[in-house]
């Protein structure tokens, strides 16, 4: 009998309408990255991020200033905004009646129990949920200073604390935790701790501080691919020091890569070699460009040469092997035409809006 995968064992939260844990799908999440003062650009840049498949967006609030702006965005937003605290509990609690979809709050800056509870009071009465979310870079001080644990056992304890202290004193379970690194192994292995010790709690997994976007989406894919695999982690964000957007795509390719979920179309392409004659890179770039917008889970294979082209673009949806300066194009496995060089982006998009009509 196949082992129960820990994503099937959690709890159900509903953050603004979107299930997270119990076995609902993996949910792609962002933050917002504009001036936490401007509305505008902070309502332009979740409308983007809902059309890229973003489906939940965090927003900071690092002053009670910005809760104003707060209000607006969450008013405007056709995705769930969490509100993002640190060091003023005041703050989650005013974000909590202002529209805020959740409220993440970090252990070991939010000030201490007493405020913690605070907070917990004011996403009761609103009805919200709670992610403890910590990260190594400000692990509170009694954690921190222990040198009888390792760093993804201090993440892991004080998350657990946290967890403990929500559930059974204040008997409020509608939370999720994440506990990030900017370490890859130290995030993969904190992460498979608190998947033994509350098996029962949604996991948010990410990899902090991941860097620019090459860097940031290997480490993220390196992390959470094998967190995934293993049946862990419940909602996940790609943090890249980029447009949010790309975080969003990035998410949903390693979902799909992974066949956990698929929205977007997957290009299989060559990584090309000198028997290619034609410009392959460009034409797999520009089939990229034409397809971002697609909400379609198609495969579609660009393929230069005869080695492996014909029985890749065979496997496609839609195809085309390559040869010199021309292309043979593939429906389902089936030859449909042969094209010039030239001609092949526009023959390739045909064929794909013929499949969607």
């Not at 709890?11 to 917002?32: F, H, N, T």
């Not at 937003?77 to 605290?85: G, H, K, Q, Y």
């Not at 992390?223 to 949010?244: F, H, K, Q, Y």
């Not at 579609?300 to 085309?320: F, L, Q, S």
Request: aromatic share 2%; with cysteine.
């Amino acid at each position: 009998m196949a082992q129960e995968a820990p994503r099937s064992r959690t709890r159900k939260v509903v953050v603004g309408g979107v299930e997270i844990g119990g076995g609902a799908p993996v949910v792609v999440q962002s933050m917002l990255s504009a001036p936490e003062m401007d509305a505008g650009a902070n309502i332009e840049q979740v409308m983007r991020l809902a059309e890229a498949g973003c489906e939940v967006a965090r927003m900071a609030v690092p002053r009670r200033e910005s809760l104003a702006t707060f209000s607006k965005v969450c008013d405007a937003s056709p995705i769930p905004i969490v509100a993002d605290i640190h060091f003023d509990a005041k703050c989650a609690i005013e974000a909590a009646w202002r529209g805020a979809s959740a409220l993440r709050i970090n252990p070991g800056n939010i000030g201490g129990l007493e405020e913690t509870d605070l907070v917990i009071a004011a996403a009761r009465g609103a009805d919200i949920p709670i992610r403890i979310g910590v990260n190594a870079g400000s692990l509170q001080s009694d954690i921190a200073g222990r040198t009888d644990l390792t760093l993804p056992e201090k993440l892991a304890e004080s998350a657990v604390e946290y967890v403990t202290y929500f559930e059974k004193v204040k008997g409020f379970t509608n939370i999720v935790v994440s506990a990030k690194a900017h370490d890859v192994m130290t995030t993969v292995e904190t992460y498979r701790i608190l998947a033994k010790r509350i098996p029962n709690v949604p996991l948010h997994i990410g990899v902090t501080e991941a860097g620019l976007a090459l860097q940031g989406i290997v480490k993220s894919s390196a992390g959470l691919g094998m967190l995934l695999a293993e049946g862990i982690g419940d909602t996940i964000r790609i943090s890249l020091t980029d447009d949010p957007v790309l975080e969003v795509r990035a998410g949903w390719a390693l979902l799909g890569a992974l066949d956990i979920r698929k929205r977007s179309p997957e290009i299989i392409s060559c990584p090309t070699c000198g028997r290619c004659k034609v410009d392959l890179i460009s034409i797999a770039k520009e089939v990229e460009s034409r397809l971002q917008d697609v909400e379609r889970p198609l495969k579609v294979a660009v393929m230069g040469c005869v080695v492996n082209g014909p029985g890749e673009a065979k496997d496609a949806d839609v195809g085309v092997a390559c040869g010199d300066g021309q292309g043979a194009v593939f429906v389902n496995g089936r030859i449909v035409r042969k094209v010039e060089e030239a001609r092949i982006i526009e023959a390739l998009m045909e064929e794909i809006e013929g499949l969607e009509s």
